[in-house]
């Protein structure tokens, strides 16, 4: 068995590691024989070196095993288990709509998600917006709830894949954060420990992206796709857009609110809706729940308009402790912000380029998500009826409304929100919202 140094030397010098080499550093991950050090300068090293894609499922497989691995197999499921990931952006609530629409579908969907990071916003926060939503049940209640429901949302726990843990925190610290090894095998371990049959990945680029660079965001889209097939479960991802928020609203409890409007069947905004649509077509094809892409659409549009999705969604908020009438009532249960005001747009003309990234943080500043990790959470606030790119500003057409604690909070995120939307005399083309999908295989 080669040492730790050994191992770093091999990095170092450019040369692949084996799956045995890569498996000894993962448990000295875990068990903590290996120092911060030693991590600091494995990351290091892969960060400047890359690694190939046998590595890299070598070292997401090691990550998965570091912890518990979810079965279903006992007794089996009658449908596959799947999920979706996205790497994160604003407005992105397509999760919530997916995982009910593949429940009806057939599916089984187990997924564990993210709390908000820097400027984009996390599932988990807005789950955590329904009173009474439970987001860390024990391992036991959440596939109880999944295999009866056929979906269940909850946070991070300390069982799956704790060597991401550390890694991620070694990884901030050493400014290789951006390795796309390190992010593939990060994210890809966490997933693949829910004991996956297909996964499916939204990959954004654009300004509010976290991978803003479009070259980038496609080679990690393929390494994605490459990697979790290689590693078993097959995998699909797409390139969308996020150059503009994607929902009508940003902001905890907005989102929910517009989330059960989808389920419903009364979407506010074309794109959150056709998203969520394709996502969870390409989630039926990964799980062969469909044999073909007409044929899973003509599924996911019955799902919706039979209600038989918002009804999954009910069951599953219903099952983790929220209140069981939240559809009918959303209003009853939602808390709101004391404070509501339009942001006039001062000019008038066509949005032509929106700072994503300037609005994520406008929602931050708010109140809706944290700038350091423990910081409060206030579900009311946020922004909705946020403009798109294309449409026409002025007088009639605010570029949005936002709901603030207090009216100076207001006053600053509308400002915010001024200096973010350029406007100008021509219509610009609106953004493609769907780009490539990449698929390995034979799909
Ligand atoms: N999300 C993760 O879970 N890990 C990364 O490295 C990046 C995004």
Redesign the pocket.
Known sequence: MMSIRKILQHKRDGQALDAAAIQALVSGITDGSVGDEQLGAFVMAVFLNGMDDDECVALTQAMRDSGRVLRWDDPALPGPVLDK?S??GIGDVTSLILAPIVAACGGFVPMIA?RG?GHTGGTVDKLAAIPGYEVSPAAERFQAIVRKTGCAIIGQTDELAPA?RRL?AV?DVTAT?ESIP??????LS?KLAEGLDGLVLDVKTGNGA?MTDSGQARQLARSLSEVGTLAGVRTHALLTDMSQPLADCAGNALEISEVIDCLQDRPRRDSLMALSRELAVETLVAGGLADDRDTARRKVDEAVSSGRAAERFAAMVSALGGPSDLLDHPDQYLPEAPVIRDVEAGQSGYVTDIDVRAIGLAVVDLGGGRRRAGDRIDPAVGLSGLIQIGEDAGPDRPLARVHARTADEAERAAETIRRACRIGPQRPAPPVLIGERLTSGDD
């Not at 390190?182 to 994210?187: E, G, H, M, R």
């Open positions: 990931h790497t994160g993210g990071l991401d991620y990884r954060v390190l992010i593939v095998a990060s994210i966490k976290v």
